[in-house]
């Protein structure tokens, strides 16, 4: 089992940038990968970034790419979301995941564990 709990979310003015963590505990937490998503009201969950069991490979959903950068800390059982240079239409719902595969993936059903989410909201 998995727990994982996110915060660093809040209000920002567009432009600005905010980091999110995902503070995990059970299982070894090298031994699986990382995602983000986001979601908000009315709309499908939609991936942002995942991250391996290492942290040398990353991916980034088209819409993030170059303005998120996603990391994680094996020493601390901590996973990482910097977000840069916000955007309105980055308001959401984050939440973190973690999948039973050292592999980063792109699909949500991919994973199993799931957080209760941060809320990110960027004002125009």
């Known amino acids: 089992q998995v727990q994982l709990v996110e915060s660093g979310g809040g209000l920002v003015q567009a432009g600005g940038s905010l980091r999110l963590s995902c503070a995990a505990s059970?299982?070894?937490?090298?031994?699986?990968?990382m995602g983000w998503f986001r979601q908000t009201p009315g709309k499908e969950r939609e991936f942002v970034a995942a991250?391996?069991?290492?942290?040398?490979?990353?991916y980034y959903a088209d819409s993030v790419k170059g303005r998120f950068t996603i990391s994680r800390d094996n020493a601390n059982n901590t996973g990482y979301l910097r977000m840069n240079s916000l955007k309105p239409e980055d308001t959401a719902v984050y939440y973190c995941a973690a999948r039973n595969s050292v592999s980063g993936s792109t699909r949500g059903h991919d994973y199993v564990y799931w957080g209760q989410g941060t809320q990110v909201t960027v004002s125009s």
């Open positions: 059970g299982r070894t937490f090298s031994s699986y990968a």
């Open positions: 991250v391996n069991w290492s942290g040398l490979d990353t």
